[in-house]
Structure formats: structure tokens, C-alpha cells
């Protein structure tokens, strides 16, 4: 249900008792049993509670119990879609209009990526399947999508594809011997939370971890694949003389000074999407190698690691196919 905040007070959390320390909101409902009216929310002020202002746009909980009691309800956040929408128009807009054509095309590929994680990963893996093959099954399917519709059926794009498959199963199994190797377990809060949500259904924590690192790590070697066929395909049609050997030598070198920008885009990537937990870790008591080692951190250090060995083997095994393809061409 969704309303609009109209007051908000200091109040106390039980009534008459003076202690000040909630916030009371007033929100005019526009949906829902209490459609029309206005309702009070009692909100404790503590440092991990959000902050409400007039003219907010909220949602809330409705429990199914007495629609004019207040306890019926909760107040849950704020009202993001329009702002996403908005978001979602300019990057689609901005995309169209460098693209074209063929960033119309990346667009659909990222509605199919979409569509292939909702209907078939995410399906697949709370139904019991084992993350690690769903995900690589779901990877290669997005990769297929993606890469073809992208770029076009051509056997660049296909050495592109090759490239993609040969890394992916490296960090599938880079990821299934350290994950082991260093006991990741992979029952942070998260995943706890979601196993006590589905009952104890039969889910895999550490291989939502290895599920992860393959979903994770393969749009950075789209990227890395794509770009070293494509650069190799230049190369040779810029100098029809070249043979295979000179195209990977002059590939390779392009592809040294790309992988170090991959690798330290994936490291930032993980790092970023991690940066609350290593806060909270670093003010922890403990050294930095217990920071390091503790199981959430190392499960991020792990999915890093490995997702950038196989960045760096992406090159020379896409560079090399691509160059004996185009040297015959």
C-alpha cells in the first residue's frame, strides 16, 4: 500500500510515558482499506531507522487485521519506482542513441538477461537444483542471447563465445576447489535469512557462492571476450598480410593493457557492493588478518580472485582463437 506523509513529531513510544524517543508520521494513504484517510506510524529513533519528512512518498504493510487499527499496519520504506523509472528511461535513452541500432539490440539483451535469471536461475534453485550448474546453464544461455543478438551470428562473435565458455568453466572450477579449500560455508545473514524464509528448503549455501561468481563474473569477460576478437579482427583487416602469430603477438598487447583495467573493475565492483560489511569489520575487534579471513570477507576475496583469473585467461584464449580464424579468412 502506498501514502504520502503529511506531519511528522516527536512522540512517545509507549503512550504517557515521556520517553520521546520515536517519531510519529502521519501519512495520507492513497490506497488500501484506509484509502482516503490519514494514519499515524510510530517510528523508533534510532541510528538504523530512515528519517521521514513531509511530503515523502511511503509504502506500508497492511497484516489483514482491523483496517482502522493503526497496529494493522507497518511502515515499511519509501516509494522508489517513479525515480527507477526515470533512471531506467535516461540509461535506455543514452544507450539508443550512441548504440543505434545495436544498442537497441543490448537493450532487448538485457530484458532476455533479465528474463532468463526471474524465469529460470532464480526458479531453478529454490525448486533444489544445484546452484553451481544452474548458474552456469543460465550463464551460457545469457551468454548466447547476449553475445549473438548483440553482435550479430559471425565467427568473430563466435570465437568471442568460445573464449567466454573456456573462462567460465575455469572460474567454475577455481571457485569450486578454493570455496572447499578455504571451508566457505556461505551462510552469512543473508542466505540464513533466506533458508529460515523458505521453511528449510533444500538450498545449497555454498554453492549460491559459486552461483554468484559465474553470474557475477560474466558480464566482465563479455566485456574482455567481445573486445579482444573484435580488436584482432581490426587488426587483420587493417593488414590483410598479418598471419596468426602476428595477430596474437599485436592482439596480446592490446589485451595486457585491457585485462589490468578488467581486473581492477571487477576488484572495485566487489568492493563496492561489500563496503558496509568491511566497515563493520574493520571496526571489529581483531587484526587485519582476521578481517580478512572471516567468512564473509573471504567469500568476496574468493569470488575477486577467482573471477579475475579467469579475466586473465579470457585474453589469450580469445585472442589466440580469433587470430586463427581471421588469419584464414
Known amino acids: 500500500m502506498h501514502g504520502d506523509v503529511t506531519a511528522v513529531a516527536i512522540a512517545d513510544c509507549s503512550p504517557g510515558s515521556g520517553d520521546g524517543a520515536c ?12 484509502a482516503g484517510r490519514d494514519l499515524v506510524q510510530l517510528v523508533p529513533n534510532e541510528p538504523s531507522s530512515p528519517r521521514f519528512a513531509v511530503g515523502d512518498p511511503v509504502t506500508l504493510a497492511w497484516s489483514g487485521g482491523d483496517p482502522d487499527s493503526a497496529g494493522s499496519y507497518q511502515l515499511n520504506d519509501f516509494q522508489r519506482a517513479p525515480a527507477l523509472i526515470w533512471l531506467a528511461a535516461a540509461f535506455a535513452l543514452a544507450v539508443v542513441l550512441l548504440g543505434r541500432l545495436r544498442g537497441f539490440a ?24 544445484p546452484p553451481l550448474a544452474v548458474a552456469v546453464t543460465g550463464a551460457c544461455l545469457i551468454m548466447f542471447v547476449v553475445l549473438y543478438l548483440t553482435h550479430g551470428f559471425s565467427a568473430r562473435t563466435s570465437c568471442a563465445v568460445l573464449g567466454t565458455l573456456v573462462s567460465l568453466a575455469l572460474i567454475g572450477v577455481i571457485g569450486y576447489g578454493f570455496t572447499a579449500a578455504a571451508r566457505l560455508t556461505g551462510l552469512d545473514d543473508t542466505t540464513a535469512n533466506l533458508i529460515g524464509t523458505l521453511g528449510g528448503a533444500p538450498i545449497d549455501p555454498r554453492g549460491l557462492v559459486l552461483a554468484g561468481l559465474v553470474i557475477g563474473a560474466l558480464g566482465a569477460l563479455d566485456d574482455v571476450t567481445v573486445t579482444q576478437a573484435s580488436a584482432v579482427w581490426e587488426l587483420g583487416a587493417a593488414n590483410p598480410e598479418l598471419g596468426a602469430r602476428e ?15 578488467a581486473v581492477n573493475t571487477l576488484v572495485l565492483a566487489y568492493a563496492g557492493a561489500a563496503l558496509p560489511l568491511m566497515l563493520l569489520f574493520s571496526v571489529a575487534a581483531g587484526g587485519v588478518t582476521d578481517v580478512l579471513t572471516s567468512q564473509d570477507v573471504a567469500t568476496e576475496i574468493v569470488r575477486t580472485l577467482a573471477g579475475s583469473i579467469g579475466l586473465v585467461a579470457a585474453v589469450p584464449v580469445t585472442t589466440g582463437l580469433a587470430a586463427l580464424v581471421a588469419a584464414r579468412r
Open 247 to 261: 595477430l596474437f603477438s599485436a592482439g596480446m598487447r592490446i589485451g595486457r593493457d585491457h585485462v589490468a583495467s
Open 106 to 129: 543490448a537493450l532487448v539483451s538485457l530484458l532476455l538477461t533479465f528474463a532468463i535469471l526471474l524465469w529460470f536461475v532464480l526458479p531453478a534453485i529454490l525448486s533444489g537444483g
Open 23 to 34: 517519531t510519529g508520521v502521519t501519512i495520507a494513504m492513497t490506497d488500501g482499506p484506509r
